[in-house]
């Protein structure tokens, strides 16, 4: 599937939660669905940088 492809699906969610999710995105002239994705894709990033970050801390404590 390329970047552009985008796959539906159905995303159960508290009620408060999504209108708090619709200001953040309206704050930052997203639609929800953009916020939720771009949320998505910083935690992504976040988890890969501190995957990685724990890889490298476990090869150096290896090398003790």
């Not at 970047?3 to 997203?30: C, G, S, V, Y």
């Not at 949320?39 to 090398?63: G, N, V, W, Y």
């Amino acid at each position: 599937m390329s970047d552009n492809e985008k796959k539906p699906f159905a995303l159960r969610i508290n009620p408060q939660l999504l209108k708090e999710l619709e200001h953040w995105a309206a704050d930052e002239f997203r639609s929800t669905n953009g916020q939720i994705e771009f949320i998505l894709h910083t935690a992504m990033k976040a988890r890969k940088r501190a995957s990685s970050a724990r890889s490298l801390k476990k090869d150096d404590d290896e090398q003790i």
